[in-house]
Each structure stands twice: as C-alpha cells, then as structure tokens.
C-alpha cells in the first residue's frame, strides 16, 4: 500500500493518490479548478490551459491536469495573477467562438416564448446553439467572470455544419479544439476515426481529407458527442430541446448492461441517451444502438389502449374487459396446450413472473424469450464450471494478455464488450479471431482464422493438440483444480494438425501460432457467440472452449475466462430466473412449430421481437387463442384475439443482468405511455384472475421473492442495486475436469457454396464512394464478391467477371475476386456505414430491434 | 496500369527507408522526396503499414507545410527570400517571376508546367539575390536572367524537368 500523497490547495490540505495530478486531487476534494480540455479516464492533454495553478517555488503557471501532486506541494488556484490568466485565455478562446449567448443584453429578459430580436449577428444568437444553457465553456466564462460588458469581437470560420452523415451534426464553428472528442475516439474507443487537422491557427478536428464519418472509421457511438464542452457535436434528433429530468436506467438493446442516463424533457420525451461514467459496466460508453435506437419510446405509433376482437375487428376497449377476456379463456389451454412468449429486452422480475406463471398458474413449460438466445453457449458452463454465465468480468478483459473471439460480430452485437478487448489489444495484447466473415475485429486482430463454416471445434480441437503436443498446458492448474488430461489427449488423437488444417482450412502454422499465443499469454479469454455455428454443434463448440481455457488454466482467474454473448438483454436474467422451457418444455422456435401442428393451442406473447416474422406469425394465427402485448401495431398484433399494449423500457422499474452478471437497476424515466403497463403488472394481474392470489406484486416485491427463491441473487437487495449495481458472485468450482471431444468430422466436399457475409467500419478509399444527395451522404460501392481462386478457375470466372449469388430469391451481383482463402465459400464485405444510415433513416417504429445480423447461408454462385 | 505503378513507387519509397525507426513522419518524407507529393495512395498505404488509420496519418501530413496533396508542376522554381537576398533585391525578382508565370504567389502554373516556392535560404548568400530552377542555381540573377529563365522552363513545357 502506497502512502496518500499530502499537499495543500488554496489553504487546505488535502490527500491525493500517487500518481495522480493536481486537478485530479482537486476534484476528488471538491476543490473547483475550471478546466475545458480535461475528462476523467483520459490521459492529460492541456490544450486549453484554463486549469493553470501557482505553485509555491514552482516557476510559472503550470496547468493543473498536467502537473503530479508532491509531497509538501502547496497550490494556489485563486491568486490575481491565475485570474487574470485565465481571463485572457477564455478571451482567446471567445475570439475564435460565438459568444452573443454571452453578451445580449436581453440575457436575463428573454422568456421561452420570446422570437430572438435582433440584438445581436445572426450567428451569435443563443438560440442557434443546440448546446444553449448547457454549454460548459457558457459556465466556466461565467465563473471565471470575464468582463464581456464590451462584446468581444472575434472570427466566424464560416464553415457549413456537417448535416450529411447519419445522427450526428457537426458544426465546427463552435469547436474549441480542446480535442476531448479526437481523445475518447482514441483513448477510450479505440476507432481513431477523426483526428486533429492542420496547424496553429487553422487546427480543427476532421478526418483524413474530409472524408465523410461513413468511411472514416466511424461507429457513430456518440462517446465524442458526450465529451464536447460546446455546441460543435450534438445528437440531430431533439438536438434543440432541453432536459428537465435525467434517469441513470440499463440499455435494453443487448445484453452488455450499459448504464444509461436517459434525459427527459417536459413534454415527458426522452430525449437523449448518455453513458454513465461511474459504472463499471461501461464507464460511459454507448454504442450506435443505446445512443441513438431509443426514440421509439417517443413514438407517436406507440399502442395506447387494450384491443379486444370482436366480430373479426379489433375494437378498443378497457384493461378490465381485456384482463377478463384472457382470464376467461386461458384456463381451456392448460398443460401443455398453451406457450408464453416474453419480450428479449424483459426485466428480471417479468422473467421470473412469466416462468412462474406458465408453471404453476398454465401448467406448462412451455415459456421462452422470444430470440433465439443459444442456451448451448452457457449450458456446458453450467454443466462443467458450476454456473451457467460468464466465469469473469467483461471490463476485465482490457487487462488480458491474449483475448479470442470465435465467431462473433462483437461490434455490432455487443458494441461496448469489444471496447476492452481493442484496449486489451492497445496494450499488447494478442488478439485471436476466429470467424469466416470479416468483422470489425478481425481487422485488429493479430491472428486472423478463417474456418470454413462448420469446422469450428475442429479448429479448438487443433489448438488443444498443439498446445499438449508442446506441454504448454498449465500443469499446476490441471493437477489442483482440474483433470481428465489423458482423456483430453486421447481424444485428440485424429486431430493432426494437417488433417485439422485440411478440415478447417486454416493453414497448420496459423493455429500453432494461434494456440502458442493462446496458452503462453498469461491471462486469455474467450469471447464467442457462435453466430453460424449449427445449434446442435454450439455445445460441443463449447465444450471444445471450456477445455481450452481449463486446460492452459484460464479459467478463475482476473483477465480470463469464458464470456458467451447471447442474444437479447435478458438472456442471462431469465436464464437465471427460470424463464426457460428446460427439458420438459418447448422454447420459443419449438412452440412455433408446436403451433403450426396444432399441438399448441393457446399462446401469449409478451412483447414484439426478431422472431416474429411473417411465417411465424401465420403460424400464430393457426392457434384458438392468441394473446399480443406490444408497443406498435405490427402484423403480429393485427393477428391478436386480445392485444395489450405494452410499456417500453424507459418506463418501467426492474431489475436486469448483464452477460458478465451485473444485476442492474431499470428505472422509469417517464410515465407510462397511454393506458400501456409492464408485462410483469399482465402477469400478476392474470395469475390473480387465475386464482393465485399472492402472485407477483411491484417489481420491489418480486425481487424480495427472487432473492429468496434464487439464491445467487441474495446479495441483489435494493442498497446494492442502489449503489450501482452488484455482481452476481461465481466462483471456480472444486475439480472442472477436461473432458474428451468427439472424433473430429472431416470436411465435406460436396457442400454447396456457403455466402460469408461481413461488415467493417472502414475499407479502402478506392472501393467506396460516398455521395451528396438531398443533403444525405450515400455510399455508392463496386460490390465485389471474392471466391478461391480454385473455385474461381473451376467456374471458368477470371478476377473482375461479374459473379451473381443467389439464395432464396436474394441476388448479389459484383466483381469477383479471386484472392478468396476458402474453397466453397465466397465472401463479400460491405461498410458499416451503410447499415447506419439504413438505421438512421428506417421507417420502422424500433428499427434496433430488427438490426440485420451478418448470417452464413448456403448459397449458388454462377457467371452472371 | 498507372495506378499500379504509382502504388509501387510508394510502396519502394515506404519499405526502402534507410533508418531502423520508421514512423508515419518519416514513411511521408520518404515518399515526398519519391514523388514530389503524397497522393491519397500513400496516406493508405502508410496507415495500413503503420497500424493507424488514415485520419491518423492525415493528421500528421496535413501539420506539415511541407507536404504537398497534389502533384508538383513538371519544372521547380524557387525564389530565396532570405535577409541577405531580400536586402540585395529579391522582392523586385520576386515580382519579376510572378509576372512571368502568372502567379500571385507560390504556386503552380496553370498548365502544370512550373511550380513556384519561396525559399528562406538557398545557401548561397555570397552570390545573392539567388533563384533556382530545377535545384541549379541562378547566383546575382538579375530582372532579365529571371526572365530568360522562366521563359525557358516554359519553352520546355512538360518536358524534362525536376521529377525524379
């Protein structure tokens, strides 16, 4: 333990850690020093010199977020020398910035209804900035009390806002150039999609050439909109109005756990999403989807009333008529003619209520979330580690000596989980990616493995042959905690590392390298969600990763372990909860079918989801009784016998786990919309009519009973969950043993042609273009589809032949290229961008919802 | 094709840098010195070498007025206009070759044969006022040699010329 450091600031002594700098201890103490460029977390850059100190002995006026505390040091932050420093350096600072919200004399007259006169230039007005009144550069001028009775004059740069890229608008105008946003892209992101342009005088923020952010590397989180003091980078959408109420909830768009403050406005809009920097979740971090996919909660399509149908029509009607309607005829369908549906972004209260409710108020097991949510992916870490969840810390991984991830689009699925992982890799780290598409991770990646479809635990399997034909296996490890080492290597007899390369068609010397690093890095994880891997090959997927990481002894330890990232937010809590059909039941796509045979007969969905596509919804329709909680019409409520509609995440009160276990508070931002309540308050409504009197309550009640019935929740009680969040403890068990994998399947060579998708945040100038049009950048791409050469030369197809892949109706026309790795699968890979402004620019109520994965497909190719 | 070619030239400037350390600075002046310019190639071909993106290079190649992003004219000219230069007249030859190429200060000629550039310090102040052509130098040039000058790199057009 390090001793506090001890200096006095401004009379006071106070305390600092070691390391730290002066601002640092001051903040920590309450002690306020204005600064602009700073931001907790990022390293010191002392661009806008507003947090200059005294010190005494010290020459000069050093800036304060560069300076390390010292022993003995004592600081004077107050002195008339610092004022007036800083007076002049916010002068220049207003030089280059409109400053009329400054200096109008109608300041303190002007009420919201008043129509600006024209007292001052255009665009000096205060009600042309979006950040009006939440400007920090407003406040720290005020503070600082710089004298603005003569309006300062200064330079307009007279450059047009950028409006053209999706979600963002950019005026730099207003920019200060105190580089926040450059640093959090780099610093905290990792993306280095824009950077600092020019010199001295002319120096802005930009990008390479002034490239659009579509092709500039950008994953359009938002982190710079957060972190801009001014009104240069704001949100377009509500980007005028303003906040009264700001509540800390939990994203509901994927099962990381973001804590979000969603800020309200009057009209009881929720206007803005922000990272929440003090949780340790995402410390502030957002991705494409929590920043800018949460406007469907303002939607003017949001149901409002209960619909009953009556004569063939849905007609209005009261929650009491509609709750009787259902209450009336569910208890026909009991057993196991009746299947519930919940909502993927469900809290853990609704959950726990759905599961409870099916089971003992319907007699069936038959409940489900309503996404394919791979229960394969934990269900051998339940079997073999002891809990079926993530054995560590997601944040952790950025700490990580090696980190592998196996076939997942993390930055697109699970935005904010690859954050740790490019940091992870920043710092030296290796990183492993094994997948066919090219995601945006392959790109960073050190070891790029490109299996054919399929082969996926051949590959593991591989690496375990290396890494035990080597001896670089964690002896110690295995002999104390675990064992079955010789039926581990037994099992691997088949799996040479050239048949292994012949099945996968990964070069041999690739998954030596692959497994060297893997097991010589110290700390690894394993990061996966097996996006294309079959679902009866998920589990031995899995078990073939369980045996990597017990085997070289990952497992247990801070920096390693095995994170399965699952589909929808409330995969782990409703696993947890029991919102599962378990053995005797059907899950969500096993009751479609069981609806579309005529087993089923009954069926409730609480909640609209992936799932329901039109085929699934005319099969819903073959049931007798079909109850919809939503919040926007769709073809699946048009087909409701009873339709309730449902709250949306910012109004509802609950509590939710994140893939790593975080269980989290979901507070209501806002009331709720129209007549529309929570699925927990259906259930217990429901189950009341039903004849159980004391089930459900408030979600304060539900978690009392959760906590007694799940016993890994004991320690999620209200103060916990109050100050942040808790995480459900898992612990190594005694013995994990390695167990033996199946023989290894060799490839079949009479496959067809496999489509591999994938999606990157940036590809070379020379192969996108992004074009004007109504304002909007577009991006116009020469879609190039890239074969084997082999395949190429058996097709008769030469590079740059138009090629045309079709499956289903679909059709991709582009040039091909025969530079592919893989015979009999032909890739093609597209820009982010483009689904952004697909999201941007969606008609759909909740486009987030619907967000298009990247799936293999079988596929026939031919010369177009 | 020519691009192909462009990108090799880029790519042996890039790999061919003498000095153990390569960094995006020096991969750019190894290929200003290549090609007189950095085209959008290079600033690819840096970054993806370099393991940063190309808004990072940017970042670096736009700090420095020294790199140009659009190919030189075929002939360099270059004015001093250094203290020793400027006290032996260098303003009046300056105005002499502005005139001459139809310039209001450094640039390229509108057909791309001269590209013009100040220089603070040719190195040769005994001999000043001092202007090169093409990296000769022209010592105590007067109105009328600077004349005969320009008037000779135009004459050769885009013939010849400073290109390596």
Redesign the interface.
């Known amino acids: 333990m390090t001793e506090p450091i001890k200096l006095t600031i401004d009379g006071v002594e106070v305390e600092a850690k070691p390391g730290q700098t002066v601002l640092q201890a001051a903040i920590d103490n309450n002690v306020y020093i204005p600064y602009l460029c700073y931001w907790p977390g990022m390293k010191p850059y002392g661009a806008c010199r507003m947090c200059c100190v005294e010190v005494e002995g010290g020459r000069g006026t050093p800036a304060s977020c560069t300076l390390p505390v010292a022993n003995g040091m004592v600081v004077n932050t107050l002195g008339t020398e610092i004022r007036g420093l800083r007076e002049s350096v916010l002068e220049l600072l207003l030089s280059e910035h409109p400053h009329g919200c400054l200096t109008c004399h109608r300041i303190e007259l002007c009420g919201p209804q008043d129509i600006c006169l024209r007292h001052v230039r255009v665009m000096d007005r205060c009600v042309v900035c979006p950040k009006n009144e939440r400007c920090e550069l407003k406040d720290t001028v005020r503070y600082v009390n710089v004298n603005m009775e003569s309006p300062l004059a200064y330079n307009y740069r007279n450059l047009q806002v950028e409006t053209g890229d999706p979600f963002y608008d950019r005026d730099y105008n207003l920019c200060i150039v105190c580089a926040r946003c450059v640093r959090v892209c780099e610093e905290m992101r990792g993306d280095d999609a824009i950077a600092m342009i020019e010199r001295s005088g002319t120096v802005l923020v930009g990008t390479s050439q002034g490239i659009s952010l579509l092709e500039s590397g950008c994953e359009f989180c938002g982190a710079c909109i957060d972190v801009c003091p001014v009104g240069a980078l704001v949100e377009r959408d509500h980007k005028w109005d303003k906040a009264v109420t700001t509540v800390k909830t939990t994203c509901t768009h994927c099962s990381v756990g973001c804590q979000v403050n969603l800020e309200v406005d009057r009209r009881g809009r929720v206007i803005r999403s922000i990272g929440d920097w003090e949780s340790p979740v995402n410390t502030g971090q957002l991705c494409y989807m929590g920043k800018f996919g949460n406007e469907f909660v303002n939607s003017r399509n949001r149901l409002k009333t209960p619909m009953l149908r009556q004569h063939g029509e849905l007609v209005e009607a009261t929650w009491e008529q509609a709750l009787e309607a259902i209450a009336s005829r569910l208890p026909d369908y009991k057993d196991g003619a009746f299947s519930l549906f919940l909502t993927p972004r469900a809290t853990n209260q609704q959950a726990y209520l759905a599961g409870k409710f099916a089971r003992q108020v319907m007699g069936s097991n038959n409940v489900d979330l309503s996404v394919d949510h791979r229960l394969e992916l934990v269900e051998p870490l339940g079997r073999r580690l002891g809990a079926a969840a993530a054995t560590g810390t997601v944040a952790e991984l950025e700490s990580a000596g090696c980190v592998l991830v196996v076939n997942a689009n993390v930055t697109e699925e699970h935005n904010v989980a690859a954050i740790p992982i490019k940091k992870a890799h920043k710092a030296g780290g290796k990183l492993i990616v094994i997948d066919t598409r090219e995601v945006e991770l392959s790109r960073y990646a050190d070891l790029w493995l490109r299996p054919y479809p399929g082969s996926e635990s051949a590959l593991v399997g591989g690496m375990l042959r290396v890494i035990l034909d080597e001896g670089l296996q964690d002896d110690t490890f295995i002999t104390e905690c675990s064992g079955g080492i010789d039926a581990l290597r037994e099992s691997l007899a088949g799996y040479g590392i050239d048949a292994v390369a012949d099945a996968t068609g990964v070069g041999a010397d690739k998954i030596a390298s692959a497994a060297r690093a893997f097991a010589q890095a110290g700390s690894a994880g394993i990061v996966y969600a097996l996006d294309n891997v079959a679902q009866d090959e998920r589990a031995p997927v899995t078990d073939a990763l369980v045996n990597l990481a017990l085997a070289t002894g990952n497992v247990g330890k801070p920096s390693s372990g095995l994170f399965p990232l699952r589909p929808g937010a409330a995969s782990q809590g409703a696993l947890d909860m029991g919102c599962s059909a378990g053995d005797d039941g059907l899950s969500a796509a096993q009751s479609l079918e069981a609806i579309a045979q005529g087993g089923v007969k009954a069926a409730m969905v609480l909640g609209d989801s992936a799932l329901f596509t039109s085929e699934a919804v005319h099969a819903l329709t073959h049931t007798d009784f079909f109850v919809v909680q939503a919040m926007f019409p769709s073809e699946l409520t048009e087909a409701a016998d009873v339709l309730l509609p449902m709250t949306s995440f910012a109004e509802e009160d609950g509590v939710v786990t994140s893939l790593d276990r975080w269980a989290l508070r979901r507070r209501a931002a806002i009331d709720p919309v129209g007549e529309s309540r929570p699925a927990d308050s259906v259930l217990t409504q429901l189950a009341r009519r039903l004849g159980a009197a004391d089930f459900g309550g408030h979600p304060s009640e539900v978690l009392q009973g959760i906590r007694e019935a799940v016993p890994a929740y004991a320690a999620a009680t209200d103060d916990a969950l109050d100050a942040g969040g808790v995480q459900i403890a898992w612990s190594m068990p005694e013995r994990a043993e390695l167990t033996p994998l199946p023989p290894m399947q060799a490839r079949n060579g009479d496959a067809p042609f496999l489509f591999a998708p994938g999606r990157v945040l940036s590809l070379p100038v020379g192969e996108v273009e992004v074009v004007r049009s109504n304002g909007k950048n577009a991006i116009r791409r020469e879609d190039a589809l890239e074969l084997h050469p082999d395949d190429a030369s058996a097709m008769g197809v030469a590079p740059g032949d138009v090629i045309e892949v079709a499956a289903n109706g679909h059709r991709i026309r582009g040039l091909a290229r025969t530079t592919g790795p893989l015979r009999g699968v032909v890739s093609a890979t597209v820009l982010f961008g483009e689904l952004a402004i697909a999201l941007d620019q969606s008609a759909d109520d909740d486009p987030m919802l619907r967000v298009p994965g990247l799936h293999v497909m079988p596929v026939q190719v031919a010369k177009a | 094709m020519a691009d192909d070619a462009l990108r090799a030239r880029i790519v042996r400037a890039v790999t061919e840098q003498p000095q153990p350390t390569v960094t995006v600075l020096s991969s750019l002046l190894a290929i200003e010195d290549e090609l007189g310019w950095i085209p959008?190639e290079a600033?690819?071909e840096v970054a993806s070498r370099q393991s940063?993106?190309?808004?990072?290079?940017?970042?670096v190649a736009?700090?420095?007025p020294n790199f140009r992003?659009s190919p030189p004219g075929t002939h360099m000219v270059e004015v001093c206009w250094g203290p020793t230069c400027h006290l032996m007249g260098a303003q009046r030859l300056l105005e002499r070759v502005h005139d001459a190429l139809g310039l209001d200060g450094e640039g390229d000629t509108a057909d791309g044969a001269v590209t013009l550039r100040y220089n603070t310090c040719l190195g040769a102040c005994g001999q000043a006022p001092v202007v090169s052509a093409d990296h000769h130098l022209l010592g105590r040039a007067s109105a009328e040699a600077v004349d005969a000058l320009v008037a000779g790199l135009r004459a050769a057009g885009r013939n010849g010329g400073h290109q390596r």
């Open positions: 959008q600033i690819e940063v993106t190309q808004n990072d290079v940017w970042a736009s700090f420095y992003f």
